[in-house]
């Protein structure tokens, strides 16, 4: 028989959880059945009251069209300005990543993504870091990996894989299983620990 993998024990605990909140869902539907319930009992008792009552009907106003973009682009919440932080390293380029998905009818160049990663750099270091970019390094403008290469070379941790260790090994779930276990996936892709190490350190990382 196969040992179970990390990802076999994440998708458990994720299981657990969903079927935890399912069963509330289905506790908090049965409520307000049961209150509809005792709603159209009540104005059935009353009906027979109020039927010599003249009917008064309200006109509702029919809810407005969904605008829509002219050119189709998607909205989505705007990206959190990068600071300079290394921790935020990581984080900050798969943010611009997946918002790049979403708008890639408008960001075919790569200069035009280099561009949109920098309209989210905050002023002092991260501005000024590109502003050295485009006068000294431009052609990397031409290259949007090699552009991301040289951003986390300079802003990010250079010993990003010792900083996630000490992390793992100090993590402890404070909140949900769910979110404790997205927050140990996230710093698992930066160490190379083998899969029963890692269900080892999550299993001892639980609440008591």
Not at 157 to 173: E, F, R, T, W, Y
Request: charged share 15%.
């Amino acid at each position: 028989m196969a040992q179970p993998t990390w990802a076999d024990f994440a998708q458990l605990v994720q299981g657990f959880t969903s079927m935890g909140q399912a069963l509330r869902q289905s506790q908090e539907l049965n409520a307000q059945t049961v209150h509809a319930m005792h709603v159209i009992t009540d104005r059935l008792a009353n009906l027979g009251t109020s039927a010599t009552q003249p009917t008064h009907f309200v006109a509702h106003a029919q809810p407005a069209a969904p605008t829509t973009d002219p050119c189709g682009a998607p909205h989505f919440r705007e990206l959190r300005t990068f600071k300079g932080k290394a921790a935020n390293v990581q984080k900050f380029l798969q943010d611009v990543r997946d918002a790049m998905q979403l708008l890639r009818a408008q960001l075919l160049l790569e200069q035009d993504r280099c561009v949109y990663l920098a309209l989210f750099l905050k002023d002092g270091s991260p501005k000024q870091w590109y502003t050295y970019i485009v006068k000294s390094e431009a052609h990397l403008l031409q290259d949007f990996d090699a552009f991301c290469d040289v951003f986390k070379a300079h802003f990010g941790n250079p010993d990003v894989a010792s900083d996630a260790n000490n992390k793992l090994l100090a993590l402890v779930q404070t909140g949900s299983a769910a979110a404790h276990a997205s927050c140990y996936t996230e710093l698992l892709i930066h160490v190379n620990w083998s899969e029963q190490t890692k269900i080892d350190n999550f299993y001892h990382s639980l609440k008591p």
